[in-house]
């Protein structure tokens, strides 16, 4: 079943699973999703389940309703979406969906493709064992980095051999991993960064001990990235 992780400040508080047809959610306690913040209209908007599909509505609310960083009115919602409500972020997940997808190109051909690209700037940081290795890359297919936001994110290694490491995520994408085994990558988005994977079996990488699965889905401040047997964590100012 679809599954909603409603987060603020980065800290996950509540996480809802979707079984009804018709879901509302605002700051008044009638609603079946309670978010009680001034930020948030009484009644906010509304998600409707119907064949498989799961479309959000806002409810002409005061601070608007958006996804992946546009307002909406009315949306379709693919696994791996944010949401933003007041100061509220909510990731949709859907399994139903990562299971159906699949990929119309080989990863691993993409990859070697940008990298390999004459307007690339591409450089390594090679670990000397364990993880592999961390890469990152800039082509002119992924937009200037000068039309990006003003960001400082980090990845903080956790385990691994490259535990305690910080690696900046200053390019437009930053890929990570093992060739062979597990390769995943970040981008840097105008709405912010997504995680992808890239190559390797698909329980290699999980986003807060979840299985990404094929599809792009949006980091958040302060989310645990696992990879290959090494762990990480995500920060953003």
Do not use: C, W
Not at 144 to 163: C, E
Not at 225 to 233: Q, Y
């Amino acid at each position: 079943m679809p599954n909603l992780v409603i987060s603020i400040d980065g800290a996950v508080i509540k996480e809802v699973t979707l079984t009804k047809e018709r879901t509302t959610l605002g700051r008044r306690p009638y609603n079946d999703i309670v978010i009680e913040n001034l930020a948030v209209s009484g009644e906010h908007a509304v998600l409707t389940m119907l064949d498989g599909k799961v479309v959000i509505e806002d409810l002409h609310s005061t601070n608007g309703t958006f996804v992946n960083g546009r307002a909406i009115q009315k949306q379709e919602l693919m696994h791996g979406d944010l949401l933003d409500i007041g100061r509220y972020k909510i990731r949709f997940l859907d399994n139903t969906q990562v299971s159906k997808a699949k990929p119309t190109t080989s990863p691993a051909k993409a990859l070697a493709h940008i990298s390999e690209g004459p307007d690339s700037d591409y450089t390594k940081l090679a670990s000397p064992s364990g993880f592999g290795e961390i890469s990152s890359f800039a082509s002119t297919i992924q937009g200037a980095v000068s039309s990006l936001p003003d960001r400082h994110a980090v990845i903080h290694m956790l385990s691994g051999s490259m535990a305690g490491k910080e690696v900046s995520l200053y390019k437009v994408v930053t890929t990570l991993g093992k060739p062979g085994v597990a390769i995943a990558s970040i981008t840097q988005k105008p709405h912010g960064f997504v995680l992808t994977q890239l190559e390797g079996e698909s329980e290699a990488l999980k986003l807060n001990g979840q299985i990404v699965g094929p599809l792009s889905v949006p980091l958040l401040n302060g989310d645990i990235v696992e990879l290959a047997g090494s762990s990480m964590r995500f920060t953003v100012e």
